[in-house]
């Protein structure tokens, strides 16, 4: 097996195996890795070590380039990865070094998620719960991290009310409208229901069954 690399574009190293293109890697990486000097393996088993030495740093710079867009996930970084073409023997060893270095840590994703919709969405608990759980974060790290957050859901209800659904609780359609867009940011009936009489009893004929 003959190796072969050539400088590319910002920093990187385009490596390839008997002529053929296989990894791309960053120039600090490559330079100073030993198979940088070597030309040629025979021994099968150091075959297998090179493809993973080199493989997995090529899956590790993919996942810098995707989290340089966006905090991900443990669980979505792995998608996106294999999605692009990287084995997942690759994508394992490379998510392991990311979370080593603190590239990627699901309880502090899942924290910054949680206090995004809050403060953004003004989800609920159930809310949240459903979209970290949508992130792949395992409910494990869900349960802690909930469990920190101090939530008022009726007030904060009656603080969408009074903001951003003032304007649909004129009407029964609005009304329902209102209880409809509540209940997908996952608040439940009875809160919803709490809020609404503490907001205005004249609307509870407009939302009954």
């Known amino acids: 097996m003959e ?3 050539s400088q590319g574009k910002q920093n990187k190293i385009h490596v390839s195996v008997d002529g053929e293109y296989m990894f791309t890697v960053d120039a600090e990486y490559w330079y100073t890795c030993p198979y940088c000097r070597v030309k040629e393996i025979t021994d099968s088993a150091e075959c297998d070590k090179f493809f993973t030495e080199i493989g997995s740093r090529y899956a590790f710079i993919s ?17 996106k990865l294999l999605n692009k073409g990287h084995k997942p023997q690759y994508v394992e060893r490379a998510l392991d070094n990311l979370e080593e270095y603190g590239y ?3 309880v502090r994703f899942a924290r910054n998620k949680a206090d995004f919709l809050i403060r953004r969405k ?15 974060v395992s409910s494990d790290i869900i349960g802690e991290v909930l469990e920190e957050l101090e939530l008022d859901p009726v007030e904060d209800i009656a ?8 304007r649909y609780l ?12 509540l209940q997908r940011l996952g608040y439940g009936w009875s809160d919803i ?9 004249d609307t509870e004929d407009n939302y009954c069954d």
């Open 3 to 5: 190796i072969s690399y």
């Open 63 to 79: 996942g810098l380039r995707f989290l340089s867009y966006s905090d991900n996930s443990r669980k979505e970084l792995k998608l």
């Open 104 to 106: 990627i840590n699901d």
């Open 122 to 136: 003004h989800m609920s608990k159930n809310g949240i719960k459903s979209e970290l759980l949508r992130h792949g």
């Open 159 to 166: 603080a969408l009310l009074s903001t951003k659904y003032k």
């Open 170 to 181: 004129n009407d029964e359609k609005g009304i329902r409208k209102t209880v409809a867009g």
């Open 193 to 201: 229901k709490t809020a609404l009489d503490r907001y205005s009893p």
